[in-house]
């Protein structure tokens, strides 16, 4: 299986400051077609899950700007440019290429 | 706009059986791969199950391979997940989920396996 795995555990972060999730993989992500298949999930306290960022960095319809997703291969980041009071919550990578689907095992953003 | 209804949920004993569903609506549920995936009490992401728009196509993880299986309905709009032999640590919320990218998620529905 791949391992897919997140640091840090928790990250607290001052209101309009930047914060930054690391996610790697055991295995690359790249498939036959070119693309990576790397995605990005917030899930808010008491919500399900939303994706927030496909195919590394492309970020979904209705995703603030100041989300990003950068990376390649195997090494992944997720960045806030400034965190803000909604963006709360455990942030969860996932690979959808190999089977099993695995995700990481989260990180949980709070406000200093 | 895309919704995902997920029910069935509830609370059944240990070795019991629940069948999960998830009605879709606002796409053409036929052309996508559509998945469960769980969440347990406090715990992370775990995806469970995902079947393929072509048909050609189910996928299992480990820990439920041959108790649980998953099925479609593209004349209903609806996604089910048969669940049998239950265990505690099959407690969870169960979401619907489209595409193996993951980019629409039901509400989810509790499935608690407890005596």
């Known amino acids: 299986d791949v391992v897919m795995t997140q640091s840090p555990l928790s990250l607290p972060v001052t209101l309009g400051q930047p914060a930054s999730i690391s996610c790697k993989s055991s295995q690359s992500l790249v498939y036959s077609d070119g693309d990576t298949y790397l995605n990005w999930f917030q899930q808010r306290p008491g919500q399900s899950p939303r994706r927030l960022i496909y195919?590394?960095?492309k970020r979904d319809s209705g995703v603030p700007e100041r989300f990003s997703g950068s990376g390649s291969g195997t090494d992944f980041t997720l960045k806030i440019s400034r965190v803000e009071a909604e963006d709360v919550g455990v942030y969860y990578c996932m690979q959808s290429i190999h089977w099993p689907l695995t995700f990481g095992g989260g990180t949980k953003v709070e406000i200093k | 706009e895309v919704q995902l209804l997920e029910s069935g949920g509830g609370l059944v004993q240990p070795g019991g059986s629940l069948r999960l569903s998830c009605a879709a609506s606002g796409f053409i549920f036929s052309t996508y791969n559509m998945n469960w995936v769980r969440q347990a009490p406090g715990k992370g992401l775990e995806w469970v199950s995902t079947?393929?728009?072509?048909?050609?196509?189910?996928y299992y993880a480990d820990s439920v391979k041959g108790r649980f299986t998953i099925s479609r309905d593209n004349s209903k709009n609806t996604l089910y997940l048969q669940m049998n032999s239950l265990r505690a640590e099959d407690t969870a919320v169960y979401y619907c989920v489209r595409q193996q990218q993951g980019d629409n998620w039901g509400q989810g529905t509790l499935v608690t396996v407890s005596s």
């Open positions: 079947f393929s728009a072509t048909g050609d196509g189910t």
């Open positions: 195919k590394v960095s």
